[in-house]
């Protein structure tokens, strides 16, 4: 949001998260054909935008790429004038840059960030140029009244024009940094959290300030806060202007995280006072360096050392050599990504070396400046989420224990789950109650935290510790009937677990909740349906009853998951899962269904007796299994693979 379509338009390039600094082509972006790129001006698609700058820069003309693109000359024009734009940028030098430039460049959307990638210097030395020549941004109010009467409307956004209308007060206030796009991943439960927390600290006296750039979501409601800033454009801008007394960061899930140290950093140097006159402004809650340690392989290790507690061995990798190294002194399968993803992104488990030197390519390009993360795969684990709220005092309290249906290596947000668990032993547990008050004191977590672990025969292992909110807070408060986000937004003000009347962990006896992932290759036809370590889901249902079948049946149906009451049943699975099929296969025979098989796990039902028919995989010719599917022949699949090639 802006005055001119430029500054609008480069501020939503720099909020898609995709790594761009505004309209410019990120480091990873392979320069296409000449074929390629009149393709993808002609055919409408997500990168049509960045097609566009590299035609620009190919030195097409605005007349031809309106020809290919058909997109309104007006618009052409705009975007020609910012490429032009930036072949002058990269002419000039920081004290070339006047002060008619700088206003100039604001007014066309350029970041900090963006104008030093041209010249060739430090953002914060642009800011610093910037702010000496008086060129700062002024917040307008969006004009909800359209001239008519004065808009009250809390809702700002940055411009570099004129008089600024956010009037910021004296009062106790904090800033709560949002979870900006939804996406796989990333979605509304961590805009749940930025609500919970808004609505808490009003209560308790604070003015809440809000800074996200989705349009999509409650946290930017009129309502939810005292003031929303509606972009990412700069957060120390907003900083410096409202000076509030904390700084909240661990509700939007990895869109403030990755501010957090620089932020950290920049507030440490440069104290600034708090509005209310109360100290300096600083974050609230557990403090970047802690959330440093969960995610650094080394200082990670460090931790669980120090605390005597097991994780699967893994190691590090900055190179493909490095990995190839780690992957075969752990032995194959492996599980790979890269470090500070969410939602799994790019992570995967690879079989063999060839995998692992075809994925490292794709991993760097994800995140350069982060090291590869190489892990032993368990596999048959089951995986558990826990979630637990600390205090300033040390005092740590678990709001939930969650079981996941699928086994470890399905993505946390792909996986159902359970409160109570229903199959963990009570060593395990007690284990899980010793291990995350002991990792949560270490960590010095103020707030939430998310651990998650794997449970492989009666032994634990800590998969990874997330000292922020999680996308579980919102399924763990409904099944225990506590507001836990609220609960760590009035911990990180400063209060106790005693003082929010949370000081002992739920246990569930009078019903049993469950969560279920809803999936959307029903929208998405030819989609990889096998699940992984990279989350797909894009939505998720909560079933609750007495019974764990009957809250699971709830959870399946709400999630549009419906099963054939009749009909013929596929199965074909790898050979480490055929032993666990066996009494499945011979319970759906029991109700009537017809069992399809190919060769192996055919061979293995029947040597326990039990009818099926053979077909064909689809590379073993015909009629296969894809035939019967077209066929309606087949009614229910069950359905695991290696990932090999062939089975894919």
């Known amino acids: 949001m802006g005055r001119t379509f430029q500054e609008s338009f480069q501020k939503a390039m720099r909020s898609l998260e995709l790594g761009l600094d505004g309209w410019a082509l990120p480091k990873s972006y392979k320069r296409r054909t000449p074929q390629e790129l009149a393709y993808g001006l002609r055919q409408p698609n997500p990168r049509r935008m960045l097609y566009m700058k590299q035609a620009f820069e190919d ?6 790429i309106h020809e290919l693109t058909k997109i309104d000359p007006w618009f052409v024009g705009q975007f020609y004038e910012l490429h032009m734009t930036d072949e002058w940028l990269k002419t000039m030098a920081l004290d070339d840059i006047t002060t008619d430039d700088f206003i100039h460049l604001k007014r066309r959307g350029y970041s900090d960030m963006q104008i030093a990638n041209y010249i060739g210097c430090d953002p914060m030395a642009v800011r610093e140029a910037r702010k000496a020549k008086g060129v700062v941004p002024s917040y307008k109010r969006v004009d909800t009244c359209a001239a008519e009467f004065e808009a009250e409307t809390p809702y700002m956004y940055s411009t570099y024009d004129g008089f600024c209308e956010c009037l910021p007060t004296n009062s106790k206030k904090v800033l709560i940094l949002g979870g900006g796009p939804n ?13 919970h927390a808004s609505f808490s600290l009003r209560d308790d006296g604070y003015e809440t300030i809000m800074m996200n750039s989705n349009p999509e979501t409650v946290s930017t409601d009129y309502d939810t806060s005292s003031r ?25 899930g990895q869109t403030p995280l990755k501010l957090a140290n620089a932020l950290q950093d920049y507030i440490t140097k440069n104290p600034i006072p708090s509005a209310s006159g109360e100290g300096n402004v600083k974050i609230w809650g557990t403090q970047p360096e802690s959330i440093d340690a969960a995610e650094d392989r080394d200082k990670w290790i460090q931790v669980l050392t120090k605390l005597n507690i097991q994780q699967p061995p893994g190691g590090t990798a900055t190179s493909e ?27 995967r488990i690879v079989h063999n070396e060839d995998e692992l030197k075809e994925y490292i390519e794709t991993a760097v390009e994800v995140d350069p400046s982060q090291p590869v993360l190489v892990d032993k795969y368990l596999a048959g684990a089951t995986e558990l989420d826990v979630d637990c709220l600390a205090d300033k005092d040390g005092n740590v309290v678990i709001a939930g224990i969650m ?21 963990i032993s009570d060593k395990v547990l007690a284990q899980v109650r010793e291990w995350t008050p002991k990792v949560a004191r270490e960590l010095k977590v103020c707030g939430l935290m998310n651990i998650q672990y794997a ?65 959307p290759f029903d929208k998405f036809p030819g989609a990889d349906t096998l699940l992984g370590p990279e989350m797909r889901s894009t939505g998720e249902v909560m079933g609750i009853d007495a019974t764990f079948s009957g809250a699971y049946a709830k959870a399946a149906m709400a999630a549009g998951l419906k099963l054939p009451g009749s009909g013929n049943v596929f199965i074909s699975v790898k050979d480490e899962d055929k032993a666990s099929m066996v009494p499945i296969a011979k319970e759906l025979v029991e109700m009537g269904y017809g069992v399809m098989c190919t060769g192996g796990t055919a061979k293995t039902l029947r040597a326990e007796n039990i ?38």
């Open 455 to 519: 449970v492989k025969g009666d032994e634990l292992y800590i998969i990874e510790a997330n000292p922020r909110a999680s996308r579980t807070v919102p399924f763990v408060a409904k099944a225990v009937g506590h507001p836990i986000a609220k609960y760590a937004s009035l911990l990180m003000s400063g209060k106790t677990l005693a003082e929010v009347g949370f000081t002992e962990e739920p246990i569930l006896t009078t019903h049993v909740a469950v969560k279920e992932a809803v999936l």
């Open 183 to 195: 996406r796989i991943g990333q979605g509304i439960e961590f805009d749940y959290c930025c609500c």
């Open 59 to 64: 030195g097409m003309t605005p007349e031809e």
């Open 403 to 423: 079981e996941h249906i699928e086994e470890a290596g399905v993505h946390s947000g792909d996986s159902a789950c359970s409160i109570p668990t229903q199959t």
């Open 611 to 648: 009818p099926c028919k053979e077909i064909f995989k689809i590379q073993e010719g015909r009629p296969n299994a894809f035939d019967s599917v077209l066929n309606g022949d087949i009614q229910m699949m069950y359905i695991t693979t290696d990932g090999d090639e062939v089975d894919e």
């Open 321 to 347: 050599a490095e990995a190839l190294k780690v992957a075969e002194g752990l032995g194959y399968p492996v599980m790979v990504r890269p470090s500070y993803v969410l939602g799994g992104q790019a992570m």
């Open 228 to 252: 929303l800033y509606f972009e990412f454009e700069d957060v120390l801008n907003v900083v410096e202007k409202e000076r509030p007394d904390g700084i909240i960061i661990q509700f939007g």
